[in-house]
């Protein structure tokens, strides 16, 4: 299965309280639908306690189809589950490693900036576009605003 597809057809379910498990999430959504799938994120640091972990209040469930997915968002989205409000709607893939660096620039990153910028007396700058006009037979004067402008 293409993970586009996939993603069409998996549904977040937040604010899922500690007493629910994955039999109750399937018992509660397997009625809109063939149900291929629930995972409930282990809330566990250490894969040692993993057993006594409690999940991470939301879940993540699979259907077979994408209809059947839009029809469990529209039917249990701000439902109560074992009295709580529950939030379903279409899950996001995950970020990848390299979507994970936040909201930075690209040329924050060391790595891009080595492949991509040249030093400054090999990337030309002002002077190097004021040597290509003068070598070009005109004149450099400064202009009255202070930038130079090139006379013939």
Known sequence: MEEGTKAKKTVFVGGIG?????????EHFATFGDVI????????????QQSEAKHRGFAFVTY???????????????????????KVNLARPMKTPMQLG?????????????????????SGGVQGRNAAKQNAGGEVVPSEDGDEIMEE
């Open 37 to 48: 799938e629930v995972q409930l994120p282990s809330a566990a640091t250490n894969l040692h």
């Open 102 to 122: 936040g909201n930075r620039a690209v040329w924050e990153s060391e790595e891009w900036l080595k492949q991509h910028v040249k030093p400054l007396n090999q």
């Open 64 to 86: 077979s189809s994408t209809s059947d997915a839009q029809d469990a968002i529209d039917n249990m989205d701000l439902n109560e589950l074992r009295g709580r409000v529950i």
């Open 18 to 26: 500690d007493d629910v498990d994955e039999s109750v999430i399937y």
